[in-house]
């Protein structure tokens, strides 16, 4: 079987849609312990550009080169296993209520070909995406070296039932992909960052730096902030950004997290022989 087209391209369009975020000021400290120490409140990286660097882009004074932090993100990624899990979650500010909730997981190891596993599920769905615009409520994808199988779970409707469908996607259409796993959009933004601070913390005996920055508004976002959570060498552990959808004044709290780098394995679904038997006939 091969699940439509329309589900699918759904469910992408729909996940992109939540993108760098923020809300109000410089956002409230990641669980901040009580032995972090603040390198900067509130610095410009104005003049800072002669500063020693903390990170790769990165001074006490603040961002003065957010490409050299995206550089050294994805630089100690690439060639090591990661695991990525994200969270995404709207509420409605007037009720309190969750509009909407996704997360997803994905595991990555590039070090001998290509290796990964894609693992998304709607928590909340929407209200507005009903009928022909309703997302999958799951999607699994693995993929080895070039071939890459998908497994998509819908709501078989009034009946409760889940319908479980195959494909064979190109890789242009999954996110099963070192670029979306890697996030740097957000890492980014921080070259148009406003009000800035960088702050040495430490977390599980760890030193880490936290940025968090305001970041401009556009014509569909505002109240958007950034936080990163930095090692020494440039390696973003976590990511929360917020944002207003000034469309529906609900705000978007999005959440990443980078853990078990050079630790991931990547082990082949128990649903793979399925998947291969239901689209022997196709070609990706």
């Known amino acids: 079987m091969t699940a439509t087209r329309s589900l699918a391209v759904a469910f992408f369009v729909v996940a992109a849609t939540v993108t760098v975020a923020g809300c109000g000021a410089v956002p409230t ?9 603040t390198a900067s409140a509130a610095a410009s990286p104005t003049g ?8 790769p882009g990165v001074t006490a004074d603040g961002v003065v080169d957010a490409t050299a932090l995206v550089q050294a993100h994805v630089r100690a990624l690439t060639e090591r296993s990661f695991t990525v899990t994200r969270r995404v979650r709207g509420v409605d500010t007037a009720t309190n209520e969750t509009t909407r909730e996704l997360t997803a997981t994905w595991r990555i190891d590039a070090r001998d070909g290509f290796r990964g596993t894609y693992e998304s599920r709607w928590v909340t769905v929407p209200q507005s995406l009903v009928g022909d615009r309703r997302p999958p409520e799951a999607v699994s994808t693995y993929r080895a070296d070039e071939t890459v199988s998908r497994r998509i779970v819908t709501d078989a409707g009034d009946a409760g039932d889940e319908n ?5 996607p190109p890789l242009t259409d999954t996110v099963l992909r070192l670029t979306p796993a890697l996030h740097r959009a957000p890492v980014a933004a921080l070259g148009d960052a406003e009000e800035v601070s960088v702050q040495s913390v430490t ?3 760890t030193q880490r730096y936290r940025i968090a920055a305001r970041l401009p508004e556009n014509r569909i976002r505002s109240n958007r902030t950034v936080e990163l959570l930095v090692t020494p060498e440039g390696r973003v552990t976590d990511i929360r950004h917020r944002f207003v959808r ?3 004044g609900s705000v978007v709290t999005r959440t990443i997290r ?6 991931t394995r990547v082990e082949r679904p128990a649903w793979y022989e399925t ?10």
């Open 29 to 37: 400290p990641m669980s901040e312990p009580a032995n972090a120490t």
């Open 48 to 55: 800072a550009q002669t500063a020693e660097r903390v990170v």
């Open 164 to 168: 479980v469908t195959f494909d064979r």
């Open 203 to 205: 977390r599980d005996g």
């Open 246 to 248: 000034d469309a529906t």
């Open 258 to 263: 980078f853990r078990a780098v050079g630790e």
């Open 275 to 284: 998947a291969q038997n239901a689209t022997s006939g196709e070609t990706a």
